[in-house]
């Protein structure tokens, strides 16, 4: 079958009617998120069979809408299309790998030609940006401002006099509180599947794991030490393992040998499983993933679960899991990010499904001015607990990028993320046992400025630096330990053990102007959603008063309940004080080592974060 070009012409115009997506649409990163291209679709991909050879596409995108009819491919006339997808469609697929044969690659892209899929019970369409997906192909990298936090138990406000001759008027503090002192038993449900890692041959089964998502593709250079220091780390919040994200990348299989041999070294155990990047490899590729998963199944710190090897995935749906397993030579307990569809939940190849959508906005790529939801757990959870499969949550804490025309994988906006870690903390508490697994976006993934790891390691510069270097995100560990032990405890509320508080911020105000030199020529997409607040999070077991002096704007001090409160005060520019005094006796107190400036970052607009703890001596 083959499309004439009035067809064609006429398909691209009705598309995005059709299947309610916008005239432009977000292309996958090698760093987790979606690069965007501000321009109209000017090349179409369809299902398999659809177009032959001779039609030029771009990188992988996911268009909304399917037929269910088994083995349906697109037609030539696009009003057939329309009719169709819009009267028998009964689920949402998204296909992210590109599918046809005799596909030719963008000019000047340097990544394979794509290789063909196999047809699953559903047709589908997927469109396609002309533009190649950039970091694919950059083979030397890696892969009005209103303040609006969760209001769990009530907000308690605080309102005091601006500085003289403060523009601000009155400075309100919004704090909201939650959790308190937990004391729950770890629990072992006899339903959970039952996982058997590192630890396995030394102590009983594990039913709650947390996870990071960790980018090989950057560490070319990573020693084994470096492993050990980060999985040590990670080890000391309570994070169970790493899910060890790769591409088609050289030196893939030496990293993963030298990070298998350092779990090994880690007090206690550290769990490891791979997490095939389908963004480089090919769906049709069983081979290739069989191939790298015989030689780190056995490994002594490679995860297991129900007895079988835990394996992962950012994206790749279509990938046939079953046929994988048989390569390997023994059953996978497979946990990909595909998108939640029934048929795909009660694939005998998957043990569960993995989700990506961190952040607010995250599906369409599109930021919004919204918290966090937990619709799209609900969605996962609404396919796999009736199929008895397992659903693996995604926590992140900010999302911001700035890739500008000085590479060609440009991407400039920011999700409003400002209260994320600890809202999606809570979603994460409320869901309770329904969750077995959770997996932190990410550990060092600097583009997209969503690392809690250090940022001072062996690692490719992609241009990240920029925004990334000198801006700590450690102390978002430190947030999240009462958080990680709550949700294996499971307990509905952190359990804290110390007092402390953690404070981050932008590093200068909204109003500074630079689109003369910085990078992008713009600020950020979405940056009309964020305030310019200091965000303090503030945990006690028996509550106290915290002094947040921000810049030259007068010092604000508030009283804090037992649990959780976040405090918000308006940004000042100069340094940042903190000082916390507990109910039950001692204090703590600190200064950032970043100031807030009126000026932009080292010349361009910087939306990331810095981040900071003092804890009570």
């Keep these: 079958m083959h499309f004439s070009t009035s067809a064609l012409a006429l398909l691209l115009a009705t598309l995005p009617s059709a299947f309610g997506q916008p005239a432009t649409h977000p292309r996958r990163s090698r760093h987790g998120?979606?690069?965007?291209?501000?321009?109209?679709?000017?090349?179409?991909?369809?299902?398999?069979?659809?177009?032959?050879?001779?039609?030029?596409?771009?990188?992988?995108?996911?268009?909304?809408?399917?037929?269910?009819?088994?083995?349906?491919?697109?037609?030539?006339?696009?009003t057939d299309v329309v009719t169709t997808t819009t009267t028998t469609t009964t689920e949402t697929v998204y296909v992210t790998q590109t599918v046809t044969q005799g596909v030719v690659a963008p000019t000047g892209s340097a990544s394979p030609a794509p290789s063909p899929l196999t047809s699953s019970s559903s047709a589908f369409v997927q469109a396609l940006s002309s533009s190649s997906n950039p970091i694919d192909t950059f083979v030397s990298s890696a892969s009005s401002d209103g303040v609006a936090p969760s209001d769990i138990n009530g907000p308690v406000s605080l309102t005091s006099s601006a500085p003289a001759g403060s523009d601000l008027g009155s400075i309100t503090t919004k704090s909201t509180s939650t959790g308190?002192?937990?004391?729950?038993?770890?629990?072992?449900?006899?339903?959970?599947?039952?996982?058997?890692?590192?630890?396995?041959?030394?102590?009983?089964?594990?039913?709650k794991l947390v996870f990071a998502h960790f980018m090989v593709g950057i560490v070319s250079t990573y020693v084994e030490s470096d492993w050990a220091n980060d999985m040590n780390l990670a080890k000391s919040k309570g994070i169970d393992g790493f899910a060890l994200n790769i591409g088609t990348d050289s030196y893939s299989e030496a990293q993963l040998d030298l990070a298998y041999s350092a779990a090994a070294s880690v007090n206690g155990?550290?769990?490891?499983?791979?997490?095939?990047?389908?963004?480089?490899?090919?769906?049709?590729?069983?081979?290739?993933v069989a191939q790298m998963l015989k030689k780190y199944v056995n490994k002594p710190n490679q995860?297991?679960?129900?007895?079988?090897?835990?394996?992962?995935?950012?994206?790749?749906?279509?990938?046939?899991?079953?046929?994988?397993?048989?390569?390997?030579?023994?059953?996978?307990?497979?946990?990909?990010?595909?998108?939640?569809?029934?048929?795909?939940?009660?694939?005998?190849?998957?043990?569960?499904?993995?989700?990506?959508?961190?952040?607010?906005?995250?599906?369409d790529n599109v930021p919004v001015n919204a918290s966090m939801s937990d619709s799209r757990d609900l969605e996962y959870l609404a396919v796999t607990q009736p199929a008895g499969k397992t659903y693996m949550a995604p926590v992140s804490t900010w999302f911001s990028t700035h890739f500008g025309q000085e590479v060609s994988y440009s991407k400039n906006w920011v999700f409003k993320s400002?209260?994320?870690?600890?809202?999606?903390?809570?979603?994460?508490?409320?869901?309770?046992?329904k969750l077995d697994f959770l997996e932190i976006v990410t550990w060092n993934d600097y583009g997209e400025s969503h690392y809690i790891g250090p940022y001072d390691t062996?690692?490719?510069?992609?241009?990240?630096?920029?925004?990334?270097?000198?801006?700590?995100?450690?102390?978002?560990?430190?947030?999240?330990?009462?958080?990680?032990?709550?949700?294996?405890?499971?307990?509905?509320?952190?359990?804290?053990?110390?007092?402390?508080?953690?404070?981050?911020?932008?590093?200068?105000?909204?109003?500074?102007?630079?689109?003369?030199?910085?990078?992008?020529?713009?600020?950020?997409?979405?940056?009309?959603?964020?305030?310019?607040?200091?965000?303090?999070?503030?945990?006690?077991?028996?509550?106290?008063?915290?002094?947040?002096?921000?810049?030259?704007?007068?010092?604000?001090?508030?009283?804090?309940?037992?649990?959780?409160?976040?405090?918000?005060?308006?940004?000042?520019?100069?340094?940042?004080?903190?000082?916390?005094?507990s109910t039950g006796g001692g204090s703590g107190s600190g200064s950032s080592t970043v100031d807030i400036s009126s000026d932009c970052w080292n010349g361009i607009y910087n939306f990331n974060f810095h981040s900071g703890t003092v804890t009570v001596q």
């Design 418 to 433: 400002e209260t994320l870690w600890k809202d999606r903390w809570e979603q994460i508490l409320s869901l309770g046992d």
């Design 33 to 78: 998120q979606y690069a965007r291209d501000d321009v109209p679709i000017d090349k179409i991909v369809t299902g398999v069979n659809a177009i032959q050879s001779g039609v030029g596409v771009a990188r992988d995108l996911a268009v909304q809408g399917a037929t269910n009819v088994v083995g349906q491919a697109l037609v030539a006339d696009p």
């Design 458 to 581: 062996p690692h490719t510069d992609d241009g990240s630096s920029k925004w990334a270097k000198d801006l700590d995100h450690t102390a978002m560990l430190d947030f999240a330990v009462p958080y990680i032990k709550a949700f294996k405890a499971g307990s509905p509320t952190p359990i804290i053990d110390q007092d402390t508080l953690t404070y981050w911020y932008r590093p200068h105000l909204k109003s500074a102007q630079c689109d003369g030199t910085d990078i992008c020529g713009s600020k950020p997409t979405g940056n009309e959603y964020v305030s310019d607040t200091i965000f303090v999070a503030v945990m006690t077991k028996s509550g106290g008063t915290v002094t947040v002096t921000s810049g030259s704007n007068a010092p604000v001090t508030q009283d804090v309940a037992a649990g959780v409160q976040m405090v918000e005060v308006p940004m000042g520019v100069g340094k940042q004080q903190f000082e916390l005094k």
């Design 269 to 288: 155990g550290f769990d490891l499983f791979i997490s095939f990047d389908f963004n480089w490899y090919q769906i049709s590729d069983v081979s290739g």
């Design 180 to 207: 308190g002192i937990a004391s729950a038993p770890t629990t072992v449900s006899s339903s959970a599947p039952q996982s058997t890692g590192s630890t396995s041959s030394s102590s009983s089964s594990k039913s």
């Design 303 to 363: 995860l297991r679960v129900d007895g079988k090897p835990f394996v992962s995935s950012f994206i790749g749906d279509g990938f046939d899991w079953s046929a994988a397993a048989q390569q390997v030579g023994e059953p996978l307990y497979a946990v990909p990010f595909f998108q939640p569809a029934g048929d795909v939940a009660n694939n005998a190849g998957l043990s569960g499904l993995f989700s990506w959508a961190a952040w607010p906005g995250q599906l």
